[in-house]
């Protein structure tokens, strides 16, 4: 198994620039979550998708945030316009319920500057 | 509303000593408590979980967790650190049941002194 993928690895834009963020969860996986990490918040979660529905975007932080779950195998994180306070590294995390077993996998995270 | 606390922003150990990262939480219900790991310019890799069963979960790379109810804590610990083991530690919580997100404590970061 690939794990979560996510693209691209690094984005650099200049403010006022549309910037969208992709991931690939694990197939199988039955939820999506997308998390920002910055030192000042640390963790916090944005957006969370089951069953490719909208199920809790109070951590969206304002309106020129967006994401969309079109299918079970991708998903995409839009920002637009992008501002220099939206620098972070930006994680997907897929997750699994079997049984009373769950599981949270992570991607490689894309670390996002706007300048 | 369910949160998690990492009261230390730093730990450091002696390589060979035994290491004690700490975690409390709040949850409504029975908790979901799980511990990951983050290297410099990495995602965050699983380490181990507690869902039901045994207060003592053991995990990844030697290191294990106690789940104490009464004190709403799950500590991770290891025996004998390695250099290795320097990093990024989170704790984090969901409940049994409704929302399944994971809320993530602030970090705790492991510095293992050769």
């Known amino acids: 198994d690939a794990g979560v993928i996510q693209s691209p690895r690094h984005e650099v834009t200049e403010m006022g620039q549309e910037v969208t963020l992709r991931c690939k969860p694990i197939?199988?996986?039955?939820?999506l979550f997308w998390y920002r990490q910055t030192m000042m918040r640390g963790l916090e979660l944005l957006i969370y998708?089951?069953?490719?529905?909208?199920?809790?975007d109070s951590g969206m932080p304002e309106d020129r945030f967006s994401a969309k779950m079109p299918n079970a195998s991708f998903s995409t994180l839009k920002i637009q316009p992008s501002e220099p306070r939206d620098s972070a590294v930006y994680f997907c995390?897929?997750?699994?319920?079997?049984?009373?077993?769950?599981?949270?996998?992570f991607g490689s995270g894309t670390r996002l500057t706007v300048v | 509303a369910q949160s998690v606390a990492q009261p230390e922003d730093q730990v450091n150990v002696a390589e060979g000593n035994p290491l004690t990262v700490k975690c409390t939480y709040s949850?409504?219900?029975?908790?979901?408590l799980f511990w990951y790991v983050q290297y410099p310019n990495r995602g965050l890799q699983f380490l181990l979980k507690?869902?039901?069963?045994?207060?003592l979960v053991k995990g990844s790379y030697g290191f294990e967790a106690e789940f104490n109810k009464s004190q709403t804590s799950f500590h991770l610990k290891k025996p004998s650190a390695l250099v290795s083991d320097s990093a990024l530690y989170f704790c984090?919580?969901?409940?049994?049941?409704?929302?399944?997100?994971?809320?993530f404590g602030t970090g705790t970061r492991l510095t293992i002194i050769p």
């Open positions: 197939s199988g996986h039955n939820s």
């Open positions: 984090a919580v969901r409940g049994d049941f409704g929302n399944e997100k994971l809320t």
């Open positions: 998708f089951n069953n490719n529905v909208p199920i809790d």
């Open positions: 507690y869902i039901t069963g045994d207060n």
């Open positions: 995390a897929s997750s699994y319920r079997t049984g009373g077993h769950y599981g949270y996998t």
């Open positions: 949850v409504s219900g029975n908790p979901y």
